[in-house]
């Protein structure tokens, strides 16, 4: 049976001989459209009309979010590029091909490809990049060894937990005992990690990072310069500017950060947005733009949780209502819960053991970290922009979240450190 595929190449001519080679072969592959751009492939695709696809590195507008559309409606993609051309095929492993063939191959050799795309992924790709992808020729540290890092996602329900007070504390910390850390704001409800570090000019950040990584043109130089260097190891990729700017922050293009941030920094914590649904097809017949599609990479990404719970009986309601979904979505991350805004008014004496006890009777668990409600202290450091480590390095919950953070640099291992990346704080 021949398996249906569609092309997509920028070149006419040689679109007009790779079809005339396949139509002189034995049929195994069948080309039903020839699409003109990138809108007539993705419609193409979405009406299931193909199950492969191959595409040519000068495609305009061909970038991750593209390739991840087709594999999300089972349409395997193969790169075609002229013979000899380095460039061409060099832009397409970097866009996450990893199954490419040339224009003059004869239709034995295409239908090979097509089959091996089908067999290594609907997008053509392996997961991870081996080193050679992952280095250029103008990328600084191509000759250091790669990182082995970790990813920390950092998620609490609605109702302002304090995530991004974790997120941000942790980080800090990780920096302060000498684990170079990456801090991404990836909440596209609210994201204030910018704010409350001092950070108010407008820095490329995260979405100027997810440009490079669907263009096929993000490396370790390329993080770099999206990034800003706040205080010695602690590096940031600040969030959106406005909430309404959600949907460039495409999963593809998310994925390929996570990766590449594990092979340069030991330790990256990402900074979530609260909602978890994932339900935006049952409003669309085509493939959903999705908003909470930076929280669901990160957690899928997460080797640890850090799942953060107001100390109070409407946060631990709010809590326990969403760390069961939580655990179903992160089955093989480690999760741990940090309770914080932690005082005595709400819960009444010894407030520590009373959060301790509400969480193990109603969600099973323990808080591995209870971080104080120092409300003077998180003041201080808004108003500065600075870190708690900074403006109150005596302040308890400075000290809860150094311990927290301490226990983790303890599980990444001896990883060794990487230059600063970007531009300083100031």
Not at 63 to 85: I, N, P, S
Not at 87 to 99: F, I
Not at 188 to 208: H, I, K, N, R, W
Not at 381 to 391: D, F, I, P, Q, Y
Request: proline share 4%; charged share 25%.
């Amino acid at each position: 049976m021949s398996i249906p595929v569609v092309t997509a190449i920028a070149d006419a001519r040689a679109e007009s001989e790779l079809v005339a080679t396949l139509g002189r072969g034995d049929g195994s592959l069948q080309v039903v459209r020839r699409c003109v751009d990138v809108a007539d492939l993705a419609a193409t695709a979405q009406a299931g009309l193909a199950r492969a696809a191959l595409v040519s590195a000068g495609l305009r507008r061909l970038d991750r979010d593209v390739l991840g559309r087709l594999a999300g409606v089972g349409v395997a993609v193969v790169g075609v590029v002229a013979a000899g051309d380095e460039a061409a095929e060099r832009q397409l492993r970097q866009l996450g091909l990893t199954v490419v063939t040339t224009v003059d191959a004869d239709a034995a050799a295409v239908h090979a490809a097509v089959r091996q795309a089908m067999s290594t992924g609907h997008d053509g790709s392996a997961g991870w990049l081996n080193r050679a992808e992952r280095s250029t020729d103008d990328e600084p540290a191509a000759s250091a060894e790669p990182v082995d890092g970790r990813v920390i996602a950092v998620w609490g329900p609605t109702g302002a937990p304090g995530r991004s007070s974790v997120a941000t504390g942790v980080a800090a910390e990780l920096a302060d005992q000498r684990v170079d850390t990456l801090l991404v704001d990836a909440d596209t409800y609210g994201g204030s990690v910018a704010q409350a570090l001092g950070l108010l000019d407008e820095a490329p950040g995260l979405a100027a990072a997810v440009r490079h990584a669907n263009a096929g043109s993000l490396d370790v130089a390329s993080l770099r310069s999206c990034a800003r260097q706040v205080g010695k190891g602690l590096n940031v990729l600040t969030g959106l500017t406005r909430p309404d700017r959600w949907p460039e922050l495409g999963a593809a293009a998310l994925d390929r950060i996570w990766e590449l941030a594990r092979t340069t920094m030991p330790v990256t914590v990402v900074d979530c947005g609260f909602c978890l649904e994932e339900d935006e097809e049952l409003s669309y017949d085509t493939v959903a733009p999705r908003r909470n599609a930076a929280t669901l990479s990160a957690l899928a990404a997460a080797d640890d949780v850090l799942a953060v719970c107001a100390a109070d009986a409407l946060g631990v309601q709010r809590f326990v209502r969403g760390y069961a979904e939580l655990t179903e979505l992160v089955p093989a991350a480690r999760v741990q819960v940090v309770a914080t805004k932690v005082r005595p008014g709400p819960v009444g004496a010894k407030p520590e053991k009373q959060v301790a006890a509400a969480l193990q009777r109603y969600a099973g668990v323990t808080p591995a970290a209870v971080v104080p409600d120092d409300r003077a202290a998180y003041d201080k450091a808004m108003a500065r922009g600075r870190t708690l480590a900074e403006v109150a390095p005596r302040s308890p919950a400075r000290a809860a979240l150094r311990g927290l953070a301490s226990r983790l640099a303890a599980a990444t291992g001896d990883r060794p450190a990487v230059a600063a990346a970007g531009g300083s704080r100031r």
